[in-house]
């Protein structure tokens, strides 16, 4: 599986921004297909992720409300709108796939194989 992210950009604080994740080389069935974010000096975090076959969604707690991870299923795309970014949003974002996630540790960057090139984010004052 190849992942490409892109959508990345740079906005003012409280604007929104789409970032997409397109898969090639194998369908998403049964796959999680996470977002990650990692800032300048800081580790790898989880944001949120879907459930391919069920399309149930979980974020991390400083994102809800603000962003809304959703699928394509023609396009094999998993897409993230972020709404009402904050200057700690900035940071590159990986989307990350792979089909034997164990539940509880969907949040876990270590649980997924298939990683994208990353995008930059940047959000401004």
């Known amino acids: 599986v190849q992942l490409q992210a892109s959508g990345g950009g740079l906005v003012q604080a409280g604007g929104s921004l789409s970032l997409s994740c397109a898969a090639s080389g194998r369908t998403f069935s049964n796959y999680h297909i996470a977002w990650f974010r990692q800032a300048p000096g800081k580790e790898r975090e989880f944001v949120a992720v879907l459930i391919w076959s069920n399309t149930r969604s979980y974020y991390a707690d400083d994102v809800k409300g603000r962003f809304t991870i959703s699928k394509d299923n023609a396009k094999n795309t998993v897409f993230l709108q972020m709404n009402n970014l904050k200057v700690e949003d900035t940071a590159v974002y990986y989307c990350?796939?792979?089909?034997?996630?164990?539940?509880?540790?969907?949040?876990?960057?270590?649980?997924?194989?298939?990683w994208g090139q990353g995008t930059q984010v940047t959000v401004s004052s």
């Open positions: 990350a796939a792979d089909p034997f996630v164990r539940s509880e540790r969907y949040y876990e960057a270590t649980e997924y194989f298939y």
